[in-house]
């Protein structure tokens, strides 16, 4: 506490840092932005679901982190952002390439290790890209993506273009060296960039209390004089409410925020997990009682959407799903010739 | 029609797993995410959960059954009636075309299928003296073992890295280490390797001897400062004055299907690093021996471990005092026609290799580096002196590698011995592609080493 005092009134009152509070939202979302949204997480939610099948099949190899649980994040976070901003983040990317518009079909096709898939087979599951949609990975090493992220923004901010990078990552590697090397730079420099942290309380098998000394992370940025948000991540209207507030100050040449989103993450931390270090009980508890698709439903229905359009989306989702897995299995394996491509340009 | 549950691959390497416990029973209603079962892998216990919903018709395999392969059904689940039917079996189907077009790009005897293979080294392991008894082990319990001997031995021994102490250890090298030395001396670190690798060093400098464990070696990047400019240089900086006794350990090298940012072998970038001692063993005696070597060393030790060797089997002898000397390399199977050294992984290629090669008629001689350095030349040489042939075999990539320093030194110290230039085979010169089939062209096969041998002896 007495640190964060002294770092305030040694910050010459430059900036209001936040005090890690919900905040209020700018604007509901229209019935049209709710179907939306509730379309697009479930997207992601069915689309992770049949990676893992597949993964059981043996048909995707590796690590394959599932995003299943935090999907309110990206799709919020994506509704907020213009087009041309980008958006970096870890392994953890499959909710994020979705988010960003690339083509379920290239995902899947990428997570089997085929060439049509969005790296042409050669990076898999935790490393897609597409400049094109502005998204720009899928990193594997924790920590890594965050002065990545603000690199970009140094970037849009050197040509005077008015984009912004989202850059995201987790409770885990908010415990990184670099992270406090790219904050500090991107303040300094006010660069146009928002940290997004996706808190889902777990760095593999280590929750965030036993390897955080504060675990407040929306306050992480104080000695930097960067503000903080606290948002509840299941609430897709409070995440994008957020991403605007961060976003208009990034633009506005007024630098970075940090933005700490409360989530949860369902599955294992990959397809290897024993999921020792915590209940069922407990997951089963955020599934029951903060589920982000379950949330919107619920308000789509009280707007007097009916059960047989949630229906219809249902299936619409289900059949985006089952052609990308088709697809991602009956694609042919890269060309040996591409083992020593892409080496160098 | 009813969905097939099939037995789920959980890991990058399973391929098979016990089903210990069933959470349902027939006739009961299932829906997406309910854990349904317990799977027992080599690395872990694991919930299954059912991926749809509807009511499970059967259970095709009952608890308790051992060595249940990948994509066995295991069970049955009914569907309700008013969804599209969606089978596994439809997945089954258009997985066929992709599943068809494998033969073509895969070639036979591809070394991604060869991490199964253990071998036994033909010629007795010189440290080991004929009747010592033994017990056989995996690498895991082996590198596990070590560690625990040494940490009773001496209180000053800790070990620290991310998920060692209650997870157990991410691949499970650690496991029961925590409940044997408690939380003091097993220590679950925050995600900060270049952090506490540093407070490893300092520890050091203070007398302590830590055991510093990276999950794998791709994450050690983060910390590479504080082992090369801290750890490696203090004694010589200081005139001798501060020692740093610290161990570094972890996996390195290929492991399968994680791509580019999590396989890659170091061996080359620690040899390369005056300051540093580096070891990388292949079987499980040596991996005992020589982390017990390492933890008592006074220097600063790298020790690379490969994942795909952690579940491989081997004898080591019994007892807290064995050791095997750093900076000694193993005859693993004598031979006069050509010498084929290697290290870590690449001891698979090489011995299979050899074995091929016996049966044409020609005598390789194996040798395991184990120490990458100092660099045990000598054996080399001597073996050379006497093949007047030499290949080397590693995973690395080959710029710079162990093999070209090994083939440098035998052409300037034994040139007059050589009968054909030195061949090094290696990975390819790439990042590691994701997909399978370029995996196994990244790395090196049997019949690469196979032909390199009849290269350096002229035969076809
Ligand atoms: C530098 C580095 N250290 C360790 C790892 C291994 N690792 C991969 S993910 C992970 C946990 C990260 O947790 P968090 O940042 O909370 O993200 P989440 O997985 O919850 O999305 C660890 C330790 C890594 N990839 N990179
Ligand atoms: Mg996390």
New binding site residues.
């Given amino acids: 506490m007495a640190s964060e005092k002294s770092s305030r009134s040694g910050s010459g009152g430059k900036r209001p840092t936040g005090n890690g509070q919900k905040q209020p939202a700018v604007a509901a979302f229209t019935r049209a932005e709710r179907l939306d949204a509730y379309k697009q997480m479930l997207l992601i939610r069915r689309f992770e679901e049949k990676a893992g099948q597949l993964y059981g099949m043996g048909h995707i190899g590796g690590f394959c ?1 599932l995003y299943i649980g935090q999907e309110a994040v990206v799709v919020g976070l994506q509704m907020a952002l213009k087009p041309g901003d980008q958006v970096i983040t ?3 990317d499959h909710g994020h390439t979705l988010a960003a518009g690339m083509d379920a079909k290239s995902v899947m096709a990428e997570l089997t290790g085929r060439r049509h898939g969005c790296s042409k087979g050669k990076g898999g599951s935790m490393h897609m890209f597409s400049p094109e949609k502005h998204f720009y990975g899928g990193h ?5 993506c965050v002065p990545l992220g603000a690199g970009l923004a140094f970037a849009n901010k050197y040509r005077g273009n008015d984009r912004v990078c989202l850059t995201y ?6 415990n ?1 060296g670099q992270v406090y090397e790219a904050f500090n730079m991107a303040e300094l420099w006010k660069l146009p960039v928002v940290f997004v942290i ?3 309380k ?3 098998g280590t929750s965030i209390e036993r390897s955080s000394s504060t675990t407040n992370l929306s306050q992480r940025g104080l000695s930097f004089d960067i503000p903080g948000e606290h948002v509840d991540g299941m609430d897709i209207e409070a995440v994008r409410a957020a991403g605007v507030r961060a976003i208009a100050n990034a633009r506005a040449g007024k630098g970075p925020t940090i933005l700490e989103m409360m989530t949860y ?1 369902y599955r294992g ?1 990959s397809m290897s997990d024993p999921a020792k270090y915590r209940t069922r009980e407990e997951v089963q508890q955020m599934r029951d009682t903060h589920d982000a698709i379950e949330h919107v439903r619920n308000l789509l229905l009280k707007d007097g959407v009916n059960e047989a359009d949630l229906k219809a989306i249902d299936r619409q989702v289900r059949d985006e799903v089952n052609a990308a897995a088709e697809f991602a299995l009956s694609d042919p394996e890269p060309d040996p010739s591409q083992l020593t491509t892409d080496v160098l340009v | 029609m009813p969905t097939e549950v099939l037995m789920p691959a959980l890991s990058p390497t399973m391929e098979e797993g016990t089903l210990t416990k069933w959470l349902i029973k027939e006739g009961q209603e299932v829906k997406s995410g309910d854990v349904i079962a317990e799977i027992e892998t080599d690395k872990a216990t694991m919930e299954v959960e059912a991926v749809d919903e509807g009511r499970v018709a059967k259970i095709l395999v009952p608890a308790g059954t051992e060595n249940v392969k990948v994509n066995t059904p295991i069970a049955l689940i009914e569907g309700e009636d008013e969804k599209p039917a969606k089978p596994a079996g439809a997945e089954k189907e258009a997985a066929k075309p992709a599943t068809k077009e494998k033969p073509a790009a895969v070639k036979p005897e591809q070394p991604g299928d060869e991490h199964k293979l253990s071998y036994e080294p033909a010629s007795a392991e010189p440290e080991i003296a004929p009747g010592t008894e033994t017990v056989n082990l995996t690498m895991r319990e082996a590198l596990r073992d070590a560690m625990a001997e040494e940490m009773r031995r001496d209180p000053d021994v800790f070990l620290m890295g ?2 060692v102490a209650q997870y157990q250890g ?1 691949y499970k090298v650690s496991q029961g280490l925590l409940e044997e030395f408690g939380d003091k001396r097993v220590i679950d670190t925050p ?1 900060t ?1 270049q952090g506490f690798a540093g407070v490893g060093v300092g520890a050091a400098f203070a007398g302590l001897n830590p055991i510093v464990e990276f ?2 070696w ?2 050690a990047m ?1 910390a590479i400062d504080q082992i090369v400019n801290s750890a490696a240089k203090t004694h010589y900086m200081s005139g001798g004055l501060v020692h740093v006794p610290i161990v570094f350990r972890g996996p390195n090298g290929a492991a399968a299907r994680v791509a580019a940012q ?1 396989s890659q072998c170091y061996s080359a970038w620690y040899a390369h690093v005056p300051g540093l001692k580096v070891v990388a063993p292949s079987t499980s005696a040596d991996a005992k021996g020589l982390l017990k070597s390492a933890i008592r060393d006074p220097n600063p030790v790298v020790f690379l471990e490969n994942e795909l060797l952690y579940g491989t089997h081997g004898d080591v002898p019994k007892g807290d005092d064995f050791l095997i000397p750093i900076g000694k390399a193993r005859i693993a199977r004598a031979g006069k026609d050509a010498t084929v050294v290697s290290f870590a992984r690449g001891m698979v290629y090489a011995l299979e290799a050899a074995e091929r090669l016996a049966k044409e008629g020609i005598e390789v001689e194996v040798i395991d580096l184990r120490t990458l350095r100092p660099l045990d030349l000598a054996t080399v040489l001597s073996s050379v002196k006497k093949t007047n042939r030499i290949v080397t075999v590693e995973e690395a990539w080959p710029v710079c590698s162990v093999g070209s320093e090994i083939c440098a030194q035998v052409a300037m110290q034994a040139f007059d011995d050589l009968d054909a230039p030195p061949v090094k085979v290696s990975g390819a010169d790439v990042p590691m592609p994701y997909a399978a089939n370029l995996e196994k062209l990244a790395l090196p096969s049997v019949d690469q080493v196979v032909a390199a041998v009849k290269q350096v002896m002229y035969v076809a």
């Fill in positions: 982190h870890a392994y953890r594997g090493i924790v920590g890594a990552f987790g409770d885990g590697a908010a990184q996706e808190n889902n777990y760095a593999m993450r931390h | 991310e998920e991410a995600i390797e999950m794998t791709n994450f983060q999590h």
